[in-house]
DNA sequence: GAGTGGTCTAGACCACACG
DNA sequence: GTGTGGTCTAGACCACTCA
């Protein structure tokens, strides 16, 4: 049979069996799948139900659709994930670990003109500047070295990151809109591998991320890990 | 007004509009939007339409919703994406260069213990193995060393890799279903620095990767990039 | 009980693709 | 023209929350 937990809404049954059927390779990549008069039919639901399904196999990747022509099984070379702008401290104290934040710097400055393009100001304008390094359990994790856009956030420099993580701070008062990542294996400066406690040359893991408000950019972070005391993990599900 | 690109869809004009407001901090994280009924009027649509739009906006996680409670405005620390498991020949054949691959090694072997259990193996059980040096304008650009079960590609030692790559195939013979990455930095090892032509100890960007099909694991890959050749790039949007 | 979201239905009109 | 998906409607029943 087809129906080991009942009572789930029918749009779901209808998409849980075509899923189940993906999977078996039923319908192998590019293959045409039952249309929605079909499946009407073979469910005994109304054809909105079954749009429902198909709709949302379509949103995840799984289906594609062709309005009069049908639809048709994706090759999943795409997988949707939902990435999370984690706080490092919520990070650390998840894992039981304890989190001190050292402010190593914290201050304004005039933005050099390739900083001041990505924040959508001017070259010259004043930026915020902060240097930060997180330790977990007293052994140096991320150097966060953070510009920020005062009209995002323009109480920054009164913060007292040794309690609140900047992405903490932020993430308040100044809601993300689109965000943008690089990731890069790096050496450490003499700057950065004397505060992060490693040989210079050691091979870091470097994140850079900005993340931009509706109407302005808010804040460009690089943030230098050590090498393996850092892993970027995550998994991804149809 | 509210109307830039008429002639859309109801459900996405509401859905426009809701998304403009949050935007404009007209709703702030965690503050109660107008309900279903309240749009219902607003807008003079049907319930379904409304509800679409709010539904899809949970879906994208621009709003949290609770039965009997209502719609709220979330805390965007949530973005989504869809991740591309791109190979890297269209990778670089975008770039319009040119991507050449050595195989170094291709065999079957008997799988030690932990990796036969990341494969859902048996120890000592077979697994195929391939090394492959991928280069771009025939410069070293990423080494290539990658389990994979046989019961997933039987027929995988018999390709040419120079030809296709391994990505590529193992898209086309075993649908992938979940996967999982893990990134780090670390110095390249005697080997991989010969192979890339670096210096032994030269940070590298590490992606190990994992994929999934419906039954059992299909294959495993370290892909380790020389410093600075290669940065991982992505942008999320609401 | 009143208000909220979760869902389903039966029918309808439309745009599009293909023969 | 026939079949496909894209969408909307008006009304309905339900489960849930809160007062």
């Known amino acids: 049979m087809d129906d080991p937990t009942a009572s789930l809404a029918p749009y779901a049954r209808v998409k849980r069996h075509l899923k ?21 039919q073979q469910f005994g639901v109304s054809r909105m139900t079954v749009n429902r399904a198909l709709r949302e196999l379509a949103a995840e990747g799984m289906v594609e659709r062709l309005q009069g022509v049908g639809t048709f099984a994706a090759q999943l070379h795409k997988v949707s994930t939902t990435l999370t702008i984690r706080d490092l401290h919520e990070e650390i104290e998840a894992r039981g670990h304890h989190h ?7 201050r304004a400055e005039r933005a050099p003109a390739p900083l001041a393009a990505r924040l959508g100001l001017k070259a010259g ?10 330790l977990e ?43 943008q990542f690089a990731i890069e294996a790096a050496p450490a400066s003499a700057e950065e591998a004397q505060h992060l406690a490693i040989a210079e040359g050691e ?4 994140m850079v ?3 931009v408000g509706q109407k ?23």
Not at 100 to 106: K, Q
Not at 145 to 172: E, G, I, K, M
Not at 222 to 237: F, G
Request: hydrophobic share 45%.
């Open 20 to 40: 189940a059927e993906l999977a078996d390779g039923r319908y192998p990549p590019g293959a045409l799948m039952p249309s929605e008069a079909e499946l009407v």
């Open 100 to 106: 001190e934040a050292r402010v190593l710097l914290l």
């Open 125 to 134: 304008a004043e930026v915020f500047h902060s240097l930060i390094l997180h």
């Open 137 to 179: 359990n007293s052994q140096p994790l991320q150097l966060e070295d953070r510009y920020v856009n005062p009209a995002a956030a323009p109480d920054y420099l009164a913060q007292d990151f040794s309690r609140v993580t900047p992405t903490h701070y932020l993430l308040d008062v100044a809601p993300l809109w689109e965000a």
């Open 203 to 206: 091979a870091c893991l470097v």
């Open 209 to 211: 991320r900005r993340t």
């Open 216 to 238: 302005a950019p808010i804040t460009i972070a690089r943030l230098v890990h050590p090498d393996s005391r850092y892993q970027i993990d995550w998994a991804i599900k149809p």
